[in-house]
Structure formats: structure tokens, C-alpha cells
């Protein structure tokens, strides 16, 4: 009876599907009067989510075709200007892409506040005809022909979509918002018509995370389901994750697999966990994973010491009133090794009096509209927001409610050290200097932007491109500052993170796909990466790292049990053959060197999407100690989707690394015809012997919660070896 009705999932109704799920359980609802029953997935899982105690689970488990269960876990959520600074406009990408018109990307994040002009519907085409577009709205909620679906998933319960955050307000706005005029933030940044990457698409959007219990597993893997029943073409996930999940543990990896086998794109974040490597969040392959950089403009906030020493830091609020010829008494809370009072968390705020002074506040654990209130009812006149030695140049720019200045590393140790050797007679000012441009180096790796390389995928370069994801003006749901309007509607803010950065990227698929209905997502990721720009000068300096400002690592720029779990279906390998991560066709390459593995050889099969006839020759920048041969130095096509492979040999031509260390030595071949330029980006491990081992995966946990349980379906070992074919 299992086997029989399990092999006929997919000619199962939704009802009847359920029901069968129902099955499993020891009853319909618990004592609370809470269903079991949390979520009945058909496509991202063989399986569902239901509310179980551990020796519920264990009955559970015995049961034929039985797979794997999981407890459910809760991740976080990790303009006027961007489009311009990547260079789209009417008379280049928007032109030739219709701004994504007829495109529909899903957003899965807080909501979005449907009545923001940003998502305005005039000029928006209709939404597609049911055919291809056969999702819904919450009842009431006010949908257009630009929000066309709007759905929450919080544990089974049906709640509004409505963003009372912000986060996913201003994530859809940086996706698709359409143009606002006099878009700003206080006054700053006011500039041309505000709008998203992908103007004319149309969004979907899919409520998954909540205030108070963050992101959770079983509500991802729900909207990911629908997302894919109701036909949207990318799904955009600003959402966290752990670095250390295998495939199957990360909801998005996970879920990710099932929409691109339905042609859906998957967009996600590289995390923000800091400059340090392998801190790389989603760093499976067949997800585009994107991570933050810097813009060229900055919302400038000087602070002028008791001596002159001035240091540019940035601030949204800019007030006319104030004076910045006055000195105020310099004081900071964390003289004596107090964490909390160097923080200035409001408590510890509560127990000074700040009266006519400029109070150092440290970055972190509380956000700046909190910290700046409380420093307001101490008595303070003013904040000077100093960043740790992690957060190197990168600095903020928020709408602060009081005189403040957000400084970056460097100019937080003279500025402490100012302060020690001049109390009690240090004084500062602060000067408010409005938007500015140009600064460099820019675009640089934003320091909280997480780096690979992952340990999960084997080596492939993570993340797969970076994006803009610093003080990014786009939708808010409320208004910000000192004195915010309640009743305000034209609400905008500055947001950064790589939170940030993905729904660029998102936007930039849909104008790529828009134009290219018929590439694979493969191809669309592949196009992505191989014409991304790995410099910041013309003359080819190589992107910086804002850490340090010295040039960013590569990894900072860009088996049958998990494969089953993973892929939600049992699977077959018999006959595919097994493939290491450099054996991908992966638009980069990534390989690992050491003493007794001194070469290697790659391949690589290009398709041409450019000219009908059209030659490539290729310049190659060898990673340091390291030399690279190609089979062939000219790509010659003759026709359109024409394939051609080349093999790339390296060869160690250099000391091997001593015992125990290890180095990442990053080069790139580019293909030029002369009128089209493609890159193949290149990372090389040099490593000694005694660091290549085996990985273990372990986890534990207790008590009772949702598990997510995941039954296995027919073979699909043909599905395999093809899906395998089209993300190479």
C-alpha cells in the first residue's frame, strides 16, 4: 500500500496528498488543539512538516520508506543610485530587456508594505495569463499588477503578508520598485526617479519570517513549494544560514534544487558573518550566491577633533539647525572595561548624564535609532559611532535621531587615543557635508560580506559574484529619523548587507532571462559570473577588500544519502558518473595542488550566445606559482549554440607550501573576440599533504519541535545526470 501509492505521488491531488501525509501521524491534533500536521510539501520535499515528540518520531521512523527527519530550525534575515552605478538605462540592459518585463520574481522574506508607491502598478503590463501565473493574494490584501501574489507561511497558520520590519520592503524595492520621484532619505540622496533593477517585473511575494522566531525551515520550504506551483521565474532569498550545514541541513540549498529543476532561478546571500574565511553561507552550486561591496557614494558626516584632526565618517541625518563651529565635551562609557556602557546600550545609557556632551558609542548589539534615543534622554548632544577592528572602512550611513557621525577603524584609534590623552578637556564637532561621490577604491568587498571557501561544495568559488550592498536607499514601510510621521506614505531608507546585494542580482537575472527566454538557469548563472568585472580601475586593480583596503582574496569576490536527502528523492547513482567539484562546468575553477598532486587538468565546454561567427583569444593571469596551458589559445565559433571545450593544465612552479600552512593563489583567463569578454575566474589551494581529509558531519538536539520529514520518491537517475549536464 505505501510502496504503490507513494510511486503515484505526483498523480495525487493536493487533498489527497495531505491525507496521506495525515497517515504517518498518531493523531490529528494535539492536547493545545493545535493541528499535527504543519505543512504538506509536493515539491521542494518528498515529505512534510508536523509537530512530533522524540518518541512520537522514533514510531514515526519505523515505518517502510521511511528517509530522514530533521528539527526545524529559524534563520535571520540577513535606489535612486545603484542603477545607475551599474550602468543600466533605457539606451542599454533596460533598453534591450524591457525591464524584465513579464518576468515574476518571488520574494521570500518579512512581507512588503503593498501601499508604497514604489510598488505602484502604472505603466505595469497585466499579470500573465493563468496559464503561466496560478498564484493568489492573502484575502484583502491589496494586490496590483505589480504585487500579484502575496501569501504568509507562519508554522501552517494563514496571516497577512504585511512588512511592519522593513527588510522585505526594502528587499522587493530593490528588486523591482517602480519609479518614484523625489525619492530620499532626510533629505539626502535625493536624485533621478528611484526604481529597482527590474522596473516592469512583477512580484510575488511569500512571508516566511517573523519578528519574534526569525526565518524558520518548514516556512521556507512551504513558500518555495507554492512559489513553484503558482510559476514564478526566480525566487530572491535574502535569508541566513549556517556555514557548516551540509546540502541537505540548508533550507535554501535544499529548496533551490527543486526550483531549478523547474527552470526557477534561486538568488541567495553569501551571509554576514564578518571577514573571516569559510564563514560562506548557501555554497551549493546550483545557487547564485552573492555577496556585498561598497558604492563610490557616501552620505558624509565629518568629526573634528579638540586638535583638528578631522576624520570622514557618514550620516542620513543631516539637521540645518545644527551648529558645527561648537565643540562639544568628548565622553566615552568604556573607560573602564565596561562592554555594555562602550556599547551604549539604553540601560547603561540611563545611569549617565550626557548633558552638552558628544557620547563615543561602539558598533553593535543594538541598532543606532536605539542607542541614539537613549543617548537623547541622558542629556547627550551628539554620537560618534566607532567601528571594531572586523569592520575595517565599512561604515553606515542610518537616520540617526540625534547629530552623530559613523566612523570607520582606522579613525576610531586616533580618535580613542585623542580622547584618553586629552580627558576631561576633549572636545569634538561634528560637520554635515551631504551626499558625496567618487571615493575609492570602489566597488571593494564590504567587511561584513562573508568569504569562502566553503567547506561543503569541494572547492567550488563562493560567492559567485558580488553586488551593491552598502547604504542602499530603497522602500521602507515607516518613516525614520527624529520625528517620524506616522501617516507618511513616500518612505525610504538606507539598509546594507548582503541581504542587500542579492536582490540586485535577483533584478539583473530577470533582465537577462527577460531577453534570453530560452537559456537554462545554468546558463543565466554562467553568463553572470563569466561577465562580471573582477576590477575597479580601467587599467585592471583588482578589487579591494574595505577590511583592509588591500586586494580581496578570490574567495571574498567571487555520497548516495545526501545526494537522496538533498535532491528529496531516492535516487539511483548507478551509471552517473561521479564528479569532483573542478569537474563541474562551472564558470569558475577552483582546484586544490600539493606536493604529491602537483597538475592538474580541467575542462571546460563554452556555448556561443554572441555573434553567428565570432573568434576568442585568451590572455591568462597565472595564480602565483602556478602555471597554466591551454589545448587550444582561440575559441573559433561558426555558428549560434555552438559548443566548443578546451582543457586548462596547471602546474605547481613553486615552492610547496610547509607543513600545515596553506595558500589561495587567485588568476583568470579571458576570452576577448574583440567585441564580447568573458571570464573565467580562477582560485588554486596550494596545500600540504597532512590538510586533506575527510569531513564528518554530526548534530544533535533534544525536546520536542517540528520536525521535517522527507520521504523518498521514484528513481531519477536520468534526472540526475541531466540536471548534473546543465549546471556544468
Known sequence: ???????????????????????????????????????????????????????????????????????????????????????????????????????????????????????????????????????????????????????????????????????????????????????????????????????????????????????????????????????????????????????????????????????????????????????????????LTVGASTTDRIIASTVELGDGRTFLGESAYQPNHWNSTKKWGLEYLGTNGDVKASYCLPSELAKFNLTGKIVICQIGITTDEKRGKAAYLAGAEGMIIINKPSQGHTTYSPAHVLPASNIDHPARLEILDYFYNNQPNAFASIHFNGPQFGFTPCPAVTSFSSRGPSRMNGGIIKPDVLAPGVNILAAWPKDVGPNPNPLATHTFNFDSGTSMAAPHVAGIVALVRSKHLEWTPAEILSAIVATSNDSWTDVGDLIADDNSYITAEIYATGAGHEVTITIGKQTSCNGVKYLTASELNYPSIAITLTRSTSSQIVNRTVKNVGDVREDYSAKITEPVGVEIYLSTYKLQFKRLNQEVSCSVNFALNGAYPSQGSDMIRRGKIVWDSGKHVVTTPIAVLLCSESQIGSVFYSFSGDGDCIFLLVLPLQSLCEGLAVGRDRLS
Open 1 to 287: 500500500m505505501w510502496r504503490d501509492m507513494h510511486e503515484q505521488h505526483e498523480l495525487l491531488d493536493d487533498g489527497d496528498l495531505e491525507s496521506f501525509h495525515r497517515s504517518f501521524l498518531p493523531n490529528s491534533t494535539l492536547d493545545s488543539g493545535e493541528p499535527r500536521l504543519v505543512y504538506s510539501y509536493r515539491h521542494v520535499l518528498s515529505g512534510f512538516a508536523a509537530r512530533l515528540t522524540l518518541g512520537e518520531l522514533e514510531t514515526i521512523k519505523s515505518k517502510p520508506g521511511f528517509l530522514y527527519a530533521q528539527c526545524d530550525r529559524s534563520y535571520q534575515l540577513a535606489t535612486t543610485y545603484t542603477p545607475k552605478y551599474l550602468s543600466l538605462t533605457t539606451y542599454n540592459a533596460w533598453g534591450s530587456t524591457m525591464m524584465g518585463q513579464g518576468l515574476i520574481i518571488g520574494v521570500l522574506d518579512i512581507g512588503i508594505n503593498p501601499r508604497h508607491p514604489s510598488f505602484n502598478d502604472t505603466n505595469m503590463p497585466p499579470k500573465p495569463s493563468p496559464t503561466k501565473w496560478k498564484g493568489s493574494c492573502y484575502a484583502g490584501f491589496p494586490c496590483n499588477n505589480k504585487i500579484i501574489g502575496a501569501k504568509a507561511f507562519n508554522g501552517g497558520s494563514h496571516s497577512s503578508p504585511e512588512d511592519t520590519d522593513g527588510h522585505g520592503t526594502h528587499v522587493a524595492g530593490i528588486i523591482a520598485s517602480n519609479f518614484v520621484k523625489d525619492a530620499n532619505v532626510l533629505g539626502m540622496a535625493k536624485g533621478d526617479p528611484a526604481s529597482g533593477m527590474a522596473p516592469m517585473a512583477h512580484l510575488s511575494i511569500y512571508k516566511v519570517c517573523f519578528p519574534k522566531v526569525g526565518c524558520v525551515e518548514a516556512n521556507t520550504y512551504a513558500a518555495v513549494d507554492h512559489a513553484i506551483k503558482d510559476g514564478v521565474d526566480i525566487i530572491s532569498m535574502s535569508i541566513t544560514g549556517f556555514h557548516n550545514d551540509t546540502f541537505y541541513q540548508d533550507s535554501i540549498s535544499r529548496a533551490s534544487i527543486t526550483s531549478i529543476q523547474h527552470g526557477i532561478i534561486p538568488v541567495s546571500i553569501a551571509g554576514n558573518d564578518d571577514p573571516e574565511t569559510g564563514t560562506l553561507n548557501h555554497s551549493a552550486p546550483w545557487v
